[in-house]
């Protein structure tokens, strides 16, 4: 996986998917994926709807607008790892979101998985992390809540350097590879 340009989970699930299944294709391997993949995502999405309206319709009218929408269509049918990556921006964005009320333990542990995992999915989902991490960092900073900045600088950091130790190659793929350098 080290000399693709993409980190190993999506990778190492497919694999393992078919391993199961030894001299056989087919492209419901990847697709089981994706359809797990987005029926999580839509589960939560409509759980983020719903904790920022509190109205059961609207969260039931947004999920259908979800699931219809192009790009979630287009996710499900290229089979690649976008879904699993979609579900990982929803999952943080739900924590996010949630952490900025109760501030818990378990919601920290959620955190460091979600991003350990996002960042072994797509490179992209760096950018996303560091960006809501900055602006949710910045939240914290302007309440003054200095116990819970540096356990959240704490969890982040610590994310990235499990990311790191469990695939070390994506430095070299994120600054130092083609895809990196564009």
């Not at 996986?1 to 993409?6: A, F, R, S």
């Not at 190993?8 to 190492?12: F, K, N, Q, S, T």
């Not at 430095?171 to 130092?176: A, S």
């Given at each position: 996986?080290?000399?693709?340009?993409?980190p190993?989970?999506?990778?190492?699930i497919?694999?393992?998917?078919?391993s199961?299944?030894?001299?056989?294709?087919?492209p419901?391997?990847?697709g089981?994926?994706?359809?797990v993949?987005?029926?999580?995502?839509?589960?939560?999405?409509?759980?983020?709807?719903?904790?920022?309206?509190?109205?059961?319709?609207?969260?039931?009218?947004?999920?259908?607008?979800?699931?219809?929408?192009?790009?979630?269509?287009?996710s499900?049918?290229?089979?690649?790892?976008?879904?699993?990556?979609?579900?990982?921006?929803?999952?943080?964005?739900y924590?996010?979101?949630?952490?900025?009320k109760e501030?818990?333990?378990?919601?920290?542990?959620?955190?460091f998985?979600a991003?350990?995992?996002?960042?072994?999915?797509?490179?992209?989902?760096?950018?996303?992390?560091?960006?809501?991490?900055?602006f949710f960092?910045?939240?914290?900073?302007?309440?003054?809540q200095?116990?819970?900045?540096?356990?959240f600088?704490?969890?982040?950091?610590?994310?990235?350097?499990?990311s790191?130790?469990?695939?070390?190659?994506?430095?070299?793929?994120?600054?130092?590879?083609?895809?990196g350098?564009?």
């Open positions: 996986q080290k000399n693709d340009v993409h190993p989970l999506y990778y190492a497919l694999h393992t998917i078919c199961l299944f030894p001299e056989k294709f087919s419901w391997y990847a089981l994926i994706n359809i993949f987005l029926l999580f995502t839509l589960f939560l999405f409509r759980k983020l709807v719903l904790y920022l309206t509190g109205d059961e319709k609207i969260s039931l009218l947004f999920a259908v607008g979800f699931v219809f929408s192009s790009g979630i269509l287009s499900v049918t290229f089979l690649r790892m976008y879904a699993m990556t979609t579900f990982w921006v929803i999952f943080l964005a924590l996010f979101v949630r952490m900025e501030f818990t333990g378990k919601q920290l542990i959620m955190l998985c991003t350990v995992c996002s960042a072994l999915t797509h490179y992209y989902c760096i950018v996303y992390v560091v960006l809501i991490s900055g960092g910045m939240i914290l900073l302007v309440r003054k200095w116990k819970r900045l540096l356990l600088c704490g969890v982040m950091v610590s994310a990235g350097g499990m790191v130790a469990i695939f070390p190659s994506m430095i070299e793929h994120i600054f130092f590879g083609y895809r350098e564009e």
